[in-house]
């Protein structure tokens, strides 16, 4: 089984639909983050959480909310989808301890929006 | 000004040539250099890491990092069409994460 599971992994809806990606992980770590992917333009974050009852807005957050449900499980909301939303999504888990912050990432939704 | 710049290619090389992949950042509070590996439809992996200037080798890839100059580099030895990826330069420091918008590579037989 992956590290960092995400469901769905494709996904297509219509504008205005409320929609919700979800996000498991098996790393036991603190941190998770939800990144989107677009060409050209790299990994954006979206929002991080360091715990369970810190949730911090990254670059992108507008559209979006979050819920960090335990300390395994962090889902994405799209409010009301609209079609400039259609990207990768990732999202990814690191260690709060020490220098090291690497992420380990899910496979990835593909999410489209018409 | 972003943090980090990547060129996003594609860089297009015949198998067996040596490859060189580059970021170039702006915040010199970043302490921890690393490189992931994306390939179609998979979530990035890290590649390789390291938090001090110079070199540090694994196989065919060398990772190299020049403080002063903030600017980070890739190089992979006698390429593989399995290189083929788009290659991703991260860097953290002070509890920030930050992504190069990747380069895609193409090693082509």
């Known amino acids: 089984d992956a590290d960092v599971t995400q469901t769905p992994r494709n996904r297509i809806t219509k504008t205005g639909k409320r929609i919700m990606l979800e996000c498991s992980q098996t790393k036991g770590h603190d941190r998770m983050y939800w990144y989107r992917q677009d060409p050209g333009l790299g990994l954006r974050l979206i929002y991080y959480s360091f715990d369970v009852k810190d949730i911090n807005k990254g670059e992108i957050s507008d559209g979006y909310s979050v819920s960090r449900q335990a300390q395994a499980k962090f889902s994405l909301s799209l409010e009301s989808a609209i079609p400039n939303q259609t990207a990768l999504y990732f999202c990814a888990t690191s260690d709060a301890h020490g220098q090291n912050t690497e992420a380990f990432f899910g496979q990835g939704t593909r999410l489209t929006v018409v | 000004q972003k943090e980090v710049e990547q060129d996003p290619g594609p860089l297009s090389v015949p198998e067996g040539a040596i490859v060189s992949l580059n970021c170039t950042y702006s915040n010199s509070a970043f302490q921890y250099f690393m490189w992931y590996r994306q390939y179609s439809r998979k979530g990035p992996e890290l590649l390789m890491y390291t938090y001090s200037s110079g070199n540090k080798e694994d196989g065919r890839f060398t990772a190299q990092v020049d403080k002063s100059s903030k600017y980070i580099s890739l190089f992979i030895r006698d390429s593989q069409p399995s290189d083929s990826a788009t290659y991703l330069c991260?860097?953290?420091?002070?509890?920030?994460?930050?992504f190069g918008t990747g380069t895609r590579l193409l090693v082509s037989p």
């Open positions: 991260a860097l953290s420091g002070f509890q920030k994460l930050v």
